[in-house]
């Protein structure tokens, strides 16, 4: 019985995820990768995209201080953080991601500013969603 619960709750949380728009098809690919010789796959795979894009939130954060704008160092991390998203199937952030390069092709500083609050914001809810989602996993 208690495998059953166990089940079930993954699964809803995984659910959710999918239904409140955070994943997309994406990590439903990374989790097909996953067997018996890798069964940590998935969670490996998020851990490094997590690492990487901290690294790339505080290069972004960096680049906004520095006046003016050099909205094509902008755009070029944000393409990057963009793609990682979209390696794990981080649904939200990477629109958010694609807002911030809109405001940088428009080079609109305010716009950028705002539009990156929403990815770090995006990030940070989907890093602690995905680490319920890798706890309730075990």
Wanted: include cysteine.
């Amino acid at each position: 019985m208690e495998v059953n619960h166990t089940k079930s709750q993954i699964n809803f949380t995984r659910n959710s995820l999918f239904e409140q728009g955070y994943l997309d098809e994406q990590f439903t690919q990374l989790e097909d990768l996953q067997d018996d010789a890798n069964p940590n796959f998935v969670e490996e795979v998020v851990t490094l995209f997590f690492s990487d894009s901290t690294r790339l939130i505080r290069n972004v954060d960096t680049a906004l201080e520095n006046y003016p704008l050099d909205f094509c160092k902008l755009d070029d991390y944000m393409h990057q953080f963009m793609g990682s998203s979209s390696s794990i199937g981080a649904k939200k952030v990477k629109q958010e991601c694609t807002q911030f390069q809109e405001c940088c092709k428009a080079r609109n500083a305010e716009g950028c500013i705002r539009a990156f609050q929403r990815v770090k914001q995006e990030h940070a809810t989907l890093k602690r969603k995905l680490e319920t989602y890798f706890q309730v996993s075990l």
